[in-house]
């Protein structure tokens, strides 16, 4: 049984940074794929940028060139460092854990960026 707890959320300016962290409790898998996804008001939740156990990452077009996901497997931790922020980023932002078949979700953390 896996547990993820976001953090690092809060508001910014335009332009800033941020980095999002997602401390997992239980077992993570080797294979196991871990993602931030966001959801901003009237919108669906979108990807933003998964990571497999090996470090293999794929991000959303959108955020491609400003964000950087991580992963310390040994300290069960997943990073979102996000630069060059923009206000269309302002979303509850979201850890995923997915290993066969099984998809868990944390509880969200709030990012605002103001212009």
């Known amino acids: 049984q896996v547990q993820l707890v976001e953090s690092g959320g809060g508001l910014v300016q335009a332009g800033g940074s941020l980095r999002l962290s997602c401390a997992a409790s239980g077992s993570i898998f080797s294979g196991s794929v871990m993602g931030w996804y966001r959801q901003a008001p009237g919108k669906q939740r979108e990807l933003v940028a998964r990571?497999?156990?090996?470090?293999?990452?794929i991000y959303a077009n959108s955020v491609e060139d400003r964000f950087t996901i991580s992963r310390d497997n040994a300290k069960k931790t997943v990073y979102l460092q996000m630069n060059s922020l923009k206000p269309e980023d302002t979303a509850v932002y979201y850890c995923n854990y997915y290993f066969r078949a099984s998809q868990l979700w944390g509880q969200g953390t709030q990012v605002t960026v103001s212009s």
């Open positions: 990571i497999t156990s090996e470090g293999t990452t």
